[in-house]
């Protein structure tokens, strides 16, 4: 089965930029989304096909993939985008998601 | 709005059996395939299930833990999914969301509330 690999957390201050990254065997051929979740929630999709934003995700949301590594980054980071962020790719029939990073803003 | 609510979690023994409901509305459900994912408490997300629409002949494909025990359905009638799940492992103690995929095929943009199920004796 295939892995995705994400840091268990991250942290940034408020307005700062925040990277999270997640890794996987040629990740840079597959698509990478990725969900965002606060506790008690049920995830929100904030990036599909590598780099696109759904309608109503905020323009500081962004991402890219190459290589081995897919990166989300969120600009102007804002207490609320402080939550469980996941990534996830479809692979030979499964969607596969990342063990997934706890962003803290602080 | 488009919406999907799940129902039907609770408490069962190991060894039991549940069945799960997923009704959606504000999108056409019936062109649309449906996901089962869980997340067990403090865990990470994972995919458990799907099924494809009419078009796609109602595929099903699921993980390997779960092959064998757990089915996928679908009543398009009523926009409603379902996942049966027998012979309950204690392992599948878990928050259950169903999702689903308009936008792009391999990323889920709807969710459900989630409903949970707890195995135990």
């Known amino acids: 089965s295939y892995d995705l690999t994400q840091p268990p957390s991250v942290s940034v201050s408020p307005g700062q930029t925040a990277s999270i990254t997640c890794s996987g065997n040629e990740l840079g051929y597959k698509y990478v989304s990725w969900y965002h979740q606060k506790p008690g929630q049920s995830p929100i999709l904030v990036i599909y096909h590598d780099n696109k934003r759904p309608s109503g995700i905020p323009e500081r949301f962004s991402a890219s993939n190459s290589g081995n590594t897919a990166t989300l980054t969120i600009s102007g980071t804002q207490a609320v985008d402080e939550a469980d962020y996941y990534c996830q790719v479809w692979d030979n029939s499964s969607w596969v998601f990342g063990g997934g990073t706890k962003m803290t803003v602080l | 709005e488009a919406q999907l609510v799940e129902s039907g979690g609770g408490l069962v023994q190991p060894g039991g059996s549940l069945k799960l409901s997923c009704a959606a509305s504000g999108f056409t459900f019936s062109l649309s395939g449906l996901h089962w994912v869980r997340q067990a408490s403090g865990k990470g997300l994972e995919w458990v299930g799907r099924?494809?629409?009419?078009?796609?002949?109602?595929?099903?494909a699921y993980i390997a833990s779960v092959n064998g025990r757990f089915t996928i359905s679908r009543d398009d009638s009523k926009s409603t999914a379902y996942l049966q799940m027998n012979s309950l492992k204690t392992e599948d103690t878990a928050v259950y969301y169903c999702a689903t995929t308009t936008i792009v095929d391999d990323a889920f943009d709807i969710w459900g509330q989630g409903t949970m199920v707890t195995v135990s004796s």
């Open positions: 099924i494809r629409s009419k078009t796609n002949d109602y595929a099903t």
